[in-house]
């Protein structure tokens, strides 16, 4: 089962930067693309964006295009969520997954595979 560790979470204040850590076991990084997804309190959990691992594509939630950026250390089996301009409504808790599809672009929809994490709390204070 592939399961990954979510780590980097925190409270920042609006307009600022917070980096995401997410490590996988070596098989699930060469096996698998790495998703970032979040949930907000009384909200779906949403796919924030994409990090494929075979050619370092990368894709993102129109609600964080141009503010977020993901990539990946094969070395350290890592991906990276470096989150820029926050906003108050980015406040969720962040969760990476091994995705198995990207079904659409918008809005992002992939298919996790595995358990959830725990997942890492960031809070934007405005």
């Known amino acids: 089962e592939e399961q990954l560790v979510e780590s980097g979470g925190g409270l920042v204040q609006a307009g600022g930067s917070l980096r995401l850590s997410c490590v996988a076991s070596?098989?699930?990084?060469?096996?698998?693309?790495i998703g970032w997804f979040r949930q907000a309190p009384g909200k779906e959990r949403e796919a924030v964006s994409l990090?494929?691992?075979?050619?370092?594509?990368?894709y993102y939630a129109d609600s964080v295009k141009g503010r977020f950026r993901t990539s990946g250390d094969n070395a350290k089996n890592t991906v990276y969520l470096l989150m820029n301009k926050v906003k108050p409504e980015d406040s969720a808790v962040y969760y990476c997954?091994?995705?198995?599809?990207?079904?659409?672009?918008?809005?992002?929809?992939?298919?996790?595979?595995?358990?959830w994490g725990q997942g890492t709390h960031v809070t934007v204070s405005s």
């Open positions: 997954a091994a995705v198995s599809q990207l079904l659409s672009l918008t809005p992002l929809k992939l298919v996790p595979v595995g358990s």
């Open positions: 990090f494929v691992s075979s050619d370092g594509s990368t």
């Open positions: 070596g098989s699930t990084f060469d096996d698998y693309s």
